[in-house]
């Protein structure tokens, strides 16, 4: 079969992961960007066809297999939605959305085209993540009672002042949604759904600066029983300090930690032990701040071992969708509280 055709929507920094990845497994036939230098940049380097909005692209380009929404998070939804009724597959960066409806109309939209709907949840790679996932699913720490996750990173003003979009209740959505959905999105994927939440958020070190808190703690209760806390802020001094998460089982305890769930920092398990971990990948370095795993190059070999080989999607709509709805509901009870 011939390699698949993909077009990016969004020529910003993650963009930049999606057409390496492309140029290495499938052909990049055509980018849009609003901001025609960055779009016109991508067409240089990768010699594609460039266009300054998606509805030009979309009416355009007829030979697309698959568009890949690199955008800011407010525009995941009505864009993936335009990809889907111009008939090709979306491969949607995280968040998949903002809303939990905007997250169904996707689902929808996608169902309605009969075209698949891809989340890009890369940490899900993490090679001591994986190794977690394995004993977990195998059952070796028993039942799982309580569990810890630590999001401590650093966002200084300029990151939020540099960007058009960082930091707007509109088109960011919030701390949870662009700096830790990856982490969100691990907790369901290990855990299962979310029962009920209570939390409590502020900005201590962004006032006036974004639209939103820059630090919360959040009590969760799953469905299955699990009960956790999830302290989650960007005022980590001057740079990241931790990305944990900490398992309490009835035959073991496992932290993964690092900056960004990236190594295996204790594990004390009956009668197992986790060995042999391969190194990973380095985090995305964005030069003035570090951001998570770079493991894109897992996301776009799984896209096309589904669209080629008939494979299983790694992390799909609905998840993505559920993803959302925990950060919805974190979010609602911290207003409550407010
Ligand atoms: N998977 C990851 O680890 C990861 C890492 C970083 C960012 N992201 C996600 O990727 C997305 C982009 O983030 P980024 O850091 O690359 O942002 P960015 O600001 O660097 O890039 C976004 C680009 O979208 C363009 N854009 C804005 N409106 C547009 C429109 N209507 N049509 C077409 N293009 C438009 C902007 O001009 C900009 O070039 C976000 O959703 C973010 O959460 C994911």
Not at 53 to 65: F, P
Request: overall charge negative; glycine content about 8%.
């Amino acid at each position: 079969m011939d390699k698949l055709n993909f077009a990016i929507v969004g020529c910003g920094r993650i963009a930049e992961r999606h057409a390496e990845q492309i140029a290495r497994l499938a052909t990049l036939t055509a980018v849009c960007d609003i901001n025609e230098e960055r779009a016109n940049k991508f067409g240089d380097k990768y010699g594609c066809k460039v266009y300054y909005s998606i509805e030009e692209l979309l009416l355009n380009e007829k030979d697309i297999d698959v568009v890949s929404i690199c955008s800011p998070n407010g525009l995941h939804a009505e864009q993936s939605i335009k990809v889907f009724r111009a008939g090709f597959h979306v491969l949607c960066e995280k968040p998949m959305a903002i809303t939990v409806f905007d997250c169904g109309e996707m689902i929808k939209e996608a169902e309605r085209a009969n075209k698949r709907l891809f989340i890009v949840k890369q940490n899900r790679y993490n090679p001591p993540i994986q190794a977690v996932k394995e004993v977990l699913d195998e059952n070796r720490l028993g039942k799982v009672f309580s569990i810890q996750l630590n999001c401590f990173w650093n966002r200084n003003p300029e990151y939020y002042t540099q960007s058009e979009w960082k930091g707007t209740k509109n088109l960011d959505g919030g701390t949870l949604f662009t700096q830790f959905s990856h982490f969100i999105d691990l907790l369901y994927w290990l855990f299962g759904d979310v029962k009920n939440v209570e939390a409590a958020t502020r900005n201590f070190m962004h006032d006036q600066i974004i639209d939103f808190e820059d630090a919360g703690v959040v009590i969760v209760e799953f469905y299955n029983g699990i009960i956790g806390t999830i302290n989650y802020n960007v005022n980590s001094y001057a740079k990241n300090m931790e990305g944990s998460l900490t398992i309490f089982g009835e035959s073991g305890t496992v932290k993964i930690g690092g900056q960004y769930l990236n190594e295996l920092e204790y594990q004390n398990i009956k009668d197992y032990k986790i060995t042999n971990l391969p190194a990973g990948n380095p985090p995305n370095n964005y030069g003035q701040y570090v951001g998570s795993m770079s493991n894109h190059n897992r996301v776009y070999e799984n896209v096309i071992e589904v669209l080629v080989n008939q494979g299983i999607i790694a992390t799909n709509g609905f998840e993505g969708l559920k993803t959302v709805e925990i950060i919805d509901k974190i979010y609602t009870a911290a207003n409550k509280r407010n």
